[in-house]
């Protein structure tokens, strides 16, 4: 059980896969130090763009944060304003090992750090800079989705590349593939290796 620290300046880190609720979580975080009236400053991934212009949180008196894309650790250091107490990066395992420094060097300075991300890529491997910021954190929760194929807790993310299982070698970006993702547990996980019959895979 997390116990508030007497000095300010910590590190909060929401892992797990897709649909876990990592994003809720992270924005129910915010919206509570808005309320607290706290300097918040919200960052995510370029790469995501699931929120574009939609990732904003009001508190009831009309304090607003929107969430500022961003490219790297370093464009989240010079995007900070004085007097931020509180940052909050979403989409964290798409940044750079950069963020593993800025984490610290904001946490000792007194900042809250709170960062949500996926902990593991579509393989099943740790994602980025996840491992290393789960390692560093005071505190980590670890969420589950659920498994779209057997209904039990999701620890996975299940890439589809026309309806199918991604290969472990296909590349992280599919050029002319239509890919998504399932929430999936680890027993109905499917990562099929080239010379694997496909057919029994789905
Ligand atoms: P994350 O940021 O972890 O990807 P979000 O906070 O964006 O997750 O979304 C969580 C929401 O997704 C849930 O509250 C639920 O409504 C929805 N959802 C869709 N598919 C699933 C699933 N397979 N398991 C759990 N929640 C799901
Ligand atoms: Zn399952």
């Known amino acids: 059980m997390f116990q508030q620290p007497t000095r300010s300046g910590w590190i909060e880190v929401i892992s797990g896969v897709m649909f876990s609720g990592k994003s809720e979580e992270l924005i129910r975080r915010v919206r509570r130090a808005v309320i607290a009236r706290k300097q918040v400053q919200v960052f995510k991934s370029h790469l995501d763009a699931r929120y574009a212009g939609l990732f904003s949180v009001s508190s009831h008196d009309g304090v607003?944060?929107?969430?500022?894309?961003?490219?790297?650790?370093?464009?989240?250091?010079?995007r900070l304003r004085d007097g931020t107490e509180v940052v909050a990066v979403?989409?964290?395992q798409f940044l750079d090992d950069g963020i593993v420094d800025l984490a610290n060097r904001l946490a000792d300075q007194g900042v809250r750090?709170?960062?949500?991300?996926?902990?593991?890529?579509?393989?099943?491997l740790p994602f980025g800079p996840m491992p290393t910021l789960m390692c560093i954190a005071e505190v980590v929760d670890k969420f589950q989705a659920i498994c779209v194929v057997c209904g039990g807790p999701a620890t996975r993310n299940q890439r589809l590349v026309n309806g199918r299982p991604a290969l472990w070698d296909s590349p992280i970006i599919m050029v002319g593939g239509r890919e998504s993702y399932e929430a999936r547990c680890r027993h109905c996980h499917r990562v099929p290796r080239q010379d694997e019959d496909q057919t029994a895979l789905l």
């Not at 607003?64 to 010079?78: G, L, N, W, Y």
């Not at 750090?113 to 099943?124: E, M, Q, S």
């Open 64 to 78: 607003t944060v929107e969430a500022e894309p961003v490219d790297s650790a370093e464009e989240i250091a010079r």
């Open 90 to 92: 979403d989409e964290a």
């Open 113 to 124: 750090v709170i960062l949500a991300g996926t902990d593991v890529d579509f393989r099943g």
